[in-house]
């Protein structure tokens, strides 16, 4: 059983090579975003106290999103391993889920740090919308939507987040640094760490990271 993580700062692609590594793999897309939204749309103590947080505006606590990440690797669909995204975001979350997979007979890595140079951010999320109804994401030039402004899922209206400012970018990028970069080490000093190019077409992205993954199999 494998937890593969995909790290990666804001508008770096993770969550879209999530997706495609999924498919492709055929291993559950695990994302803590999803997790949040899940957990409070259906009033769980979880999902409650994640809510009283982010109504604050402060973070979710390293152990409510533990908790829901465990909870979702427990379903029958992750008996095989899952592609993680959004977590672990800091290396208390790191050592749960190292602590995860011993439990779960599991192996964590290898763990994929996409790199994307800050001007590139900046540019991509600038383009990002995402539908009201599901938090679904586009981007006007690189995935747009068929009918502009509306969610192909859905049908809801697609908008611009407040984070997705240029400025606002920035700011994002440097918090990440500050307080998620050090997984980077965590997981280098397990020699586990991937670095993959991710100021390329997603498709390349992709086909990088699937041959990196052949490789270690064929270790």
Do not use: W
Not at 65 to 80: K, Q
Request: aromatic content about 4%.
């Amino acid at each position: 059983m494998l937890y593969v993580v995909v790290l990666g700062v804001p508008g770096a692609g993770k969550g879209t090579q999530a997706k495609r590594l999924s498919a492709a793999l055929g291993l559950p897309h695990v994302s803590s975003g999803d997790l949040f939204r899940e957990h409070i749309q259906n009033g769980t103590p979880l999902g409650i106290e994640a809510q009283r947080h982010i109504d604050r505006g402060q973070l979710v606590p390293d152990e409510a999103t533990i908790g829901m990440v465990r909870g979702r690797l427990e379903r029958p669909d992750a008996a095989s391993g899952a592609i993680l995204d959004g977590f672990p975001r800091t290396i208390p979350q790191a050592d749960a889920l190292e602590a995860i997979a011993k439990d779960f007979d599991a192996t964590v890595g290898p763990a994929f740090h996409i790199r994307v140079p800050l001007e590139r951010l900046v540019d991509r999320m600038a383009g990002r919308r995402v539908c009201r109804e599901a938090g679904h994401v586009y981007h006007l030039a690189y995935n747009p939507p068929k009918q502009a402004g509306v969610c192909d899922v859905d049908g809801s209206e697609l908008v611009q987040r407040e984070d997705d400012q240029p400025e606002t970018v920035r700011n994002r990028v440097q918090v990440y640094e500050k307080l998620t970069a050090p997984l980077v080490a965590f997981y280098r000093s397990r020699g586990v760490l991937q670095e993959v190019n991710g100021d390329q077409p997603m498709g390349a992205v992709t086909a990088e990271i699937l041959a990196i993954l052949g490789q270690e199999a064929a270790r």
